[in-house]
């Protein structure tokens, strides 16, 4: 059986036995009644726990700044659709292009380039509206509190002394913050390093800190709390499928998230028949799959399908290596520098480093399972400083997979691996 696997922004095939198919896991089907634009300008009028944005400009005795908060280069997020509405309503509230900054919640990311600035924000906003990244390194940031687990938050100055404070960003499942979407926009998105490295610090090794779970995940708790002290005025998020936009929620973040974690589970929640030998999952194609970094989330997802000792295939195109940000270098330093899972538990609990948790997460996914890579990588780098076994294609890596497994193994395809939450 030939399935199609997301690369990059085109697919590749992988050609399984039919007596060796457990089974293909996808989300479910999801049919949204009306277009994308009205879902939108749905959400817009109908926000949950705020005013419309017009009320909430209404009130504000100052309201010569607005700052709109969207996703980066690594997030699907249709924020070309969002956009246009959503400064209707501004427009409306008479405010003008002058009056608002766009900023890219970039966390720990490199900077959103020119080029993709205007492929994310669409041409023709992106030459009207003045837009800047977060530079989680810089000095531009502001203190402004603590949270219960003794976060200290610094968000960016442009963001903090904005009158009026909108988030856009789209809800999937994360791997350890239970849901992208909501708070996410604050902490990491316009944070500083020190602050995402202590929400890191304090709440990464919990075991409630994992995907699909917001009540009792403390990095989500942590992370909200944070976003209430940034002051919030106003959310608008999407949930997406292969398809397109399938809803939209606005309003106060947390109901947004909330909302949209709903919808989500609805469609990304499956189950498989069984745990199978050798697990095929594709990081879900641009741009998820833009370095390993993001990518390794699909192969995190897919330890909860795979047996002991078992096989994964990761199909990733990961057309810049390992990435550009700061989180993305110390991930590659540290899988050079470490050797076992323990060292680097010991240096993250001493000093908590951004990218070293994902070098951690990577050894802890070596002791379960063997690991395929197929992408534009190196096989140097994907063999010596990844450790992973270096395929040219899914089907090569396949055929590898069942010598080490046996021929009469199982197989399990999961082609939106980064999206999908799936369990026995």
Same mark, same amino acid.
């Given at each position: 059986?030939? %399935?199609?696997?997301?690369?990059?922004?085109?697919?590749?095939? +992988?050609?399984?036995?039919? $007596?060796? /198919?457990?089974?293909?896991?996808?989300?479910? *089907?999801?049919?949204?009644?009306?277009?994308?634009?009205? &879902?939108?300008?749905?959400?817009?009028?109908?926000?949950?726990?705020?005013? @419309?944005?017009?009320?909430?400009?209404? $009130?504000?005795?100052?309201?010569? *700044?607005?700052?709109?908060?969207?996703?980066?280069?690594?997030?699907?997020?249709?924020?070309?659709? &969002? =956009?246009?509405? =959503?400064?209707? !309503?501004?427009?409306?509230?008479?405010?003008?292009?002058?009056?608002?900054?766009?900023?890219?919640?970039?966390?720990?990311?490199?900077?959103?380039?020119?080029? !993709?600035?205007? +492929?994310? /924000?669409?041409?023709?906003?992106?030459?009207?509206?003045?837009?800047?990244?977060?530079?989680?390194?810089?000095?531009?940031?502001?203190?402004?509190?603590?949270?219960?687990?003794?976060?200290?938050?610094?968000?960016?100055?442009?963001?903090?002394?904005?009158?009026?404070? %909108?988030?856009?960003?789209?809800?999937?499942?994360?791997?350890?913050?239970?849901?992208?979407?909501? @708070?996410?926009?604050?902490?990491?998105?316009?944070?500083?390093?020190?602050? &995402?490295?202590?929400?890191?610090?304090?709440?990464?090794?919990?075991?409630?800190?994992?995907?699909?779970?917001?009540?009792?995940?403390?990095?989500?708790?942590? #992370?909200?709390?944070?976003?209430?002290?940034?002051?919030?005025?106003?959310?608008?998020?999407?949930?997406?499928?292969?398809?397109? %936009?399938?809803?939209?929620?606005?309003?106060?973040?947390?109901?947004? /998230?909330?909302?949209?974690?709903?919808?989500?589970?609805?469609?990304? $929640?499956?189950?498989? *028949?069984?745990?199978?030998?050798?697990?095929?999952?594709?990081?879900?194609?641009?741009?998820?799959?833009?370095?390993?970094?993001?990518?390794?989330?699909?192969?995190?997802?897919? =330890?909860?399908?795979?047996?002991?000792?078992?096989?994964?295939? /990761?199909?990733?195109?990961?057309?810049?290596?390992?990435?550009?940000?700061?989180?993305? @270098?110390?991930?590659?330093?540290? #899988?050079?520098?470490?050797?076992?899972?323990?060292? #680097?538990?010991?240096?993250?609990?001493?000093?908590?480093? &951004?990218?070293?948790?994902?070098?951690?997460?990577?050894?802890?996914?070596?002791?379960?399972?063997?690991?395929?890579?197929?992408?534009? #990588?190196?096989?140097?780098?994907?063999?010596?400083?990844?450790?992973? @076994?270096?395929?040219?294609?899914?089907?090569?890596?396949?055929?590898?997979?069942?010598? +080490?497994?046996?021929?009469?193994?199982?197989?399990?395809?999961?082609?939106?691996?980064?999206?999908?939450?799936?369990?026995?």
């Amino acid at each position: 059986m030939k %399935i199609s696997l997301p690369y990059g922004k085109g697919e590749l095939f +992988i050609d399984v036995p039919e $007596k060796n /198919l457990l089974g293909v896991l996808r989300p479910r *089907k999801f049919e949204p009644e009306k277009k994308p634009e009205e &879902i939108i300008r749905e959400a817009l009028r109908n926000p949950v726990g705020t005013g @419309r944005i017009g009320e909430i400009i209404r $009130k504000k005795k100052k309201k010569d *700044k607005v700052v709109i908060v969207v996703d980066d280069h690594t997030r699907p997020c249709p924020t070309d659709r &969002i =956009l246009p509405p =959503l400064l209707e !309503e501004l427009y409306s509230s008479g405010i003008k292009d002058e009056d608002i900054l766009i900023i890219f919640a970039t966390g720990s990311h490199r900077s959103v380039k020119e080029e !993709e600035a205007e +492929i994310l /924000l669409g041409k023709e906003v992106a030459s009207r509206i003045s837009y800047i990244s977060n530079d989680c390194r810089g000095s531009d940031f502001v203190y402004i509190g603590t949270t219960s687990r003794g976060t200290e938050v610094s968000v960016k100055r442009a963001f903090h002394e904005a009158d009026v404070k %909108i988030l856009t960003g789209d809800v999937e499942i994360h791997y350890f913050a239970g849901y992208g979407g909501g @708070r996410k926009s604050i902490l990491p998105g316009v944070c500083s390093y020190s602050t &995402i490295q202590q929400n890191y610090k304090r709440n990464f090794f919990h075991p409630n800190s994992k995907p699909g779970v917001l009540d009792g995940n403390p990095m989500y708790e942590n #992370m909200t709390e944070a976003a209430r002290l940034a002051g919030v005025d106003f959310t608008i998020n999407v949930v997406q499928t292969e398809d397109g %936009i399938v809803g939209a929620f606005s309003g106060d973040f947390d109901s947004v /998230l909330r909302n949209g974690a709903a919808l989500v589970d609805r469609i990304y $929640k499956v189950h498989a *028949k069984a745990k199978a030998d050798i697990v095929v999952t594709s990081a879900n194609g641009s741009p998820h799959d833009i370095d390993l970094y993001q990518a390794y989330k699909a192969l995190h997802l897919g =330890l909860n399908v795979v047996k002991d000792n078992g096989a994964i295939i /990761l199909v990733a195109e990961c057309r810049e290596g390992v990435g550009n940000g700061i989180g993305h @270098r110390n991930y590659h330093r540290w #899988m050079k520098k470490f050797k076992t899972k323990e060292e #680097m538990q010991k240096e993250l609990k001493r000093e908590f480093i &951004i990218g070293g948790h994902k070098a951690y997460y990577h050894l802890k996914a070596l002791e379960r399972a063997n690991i395929f890579l197929v992408s534009e #990588m190196p096989r140097e780098e994907v063999e010596e400083t990844f450790r992973l @076994r270096y395929s040219e294609t899914p089907d090569e890596a396949l055929k590898e997979a069942f010598e +080490i497994t046996g021929k009469n193994a199982k197989v399990l395809v999961i082609p939106e691996g980064i999206t999908t939450l799936s369990s026995v």
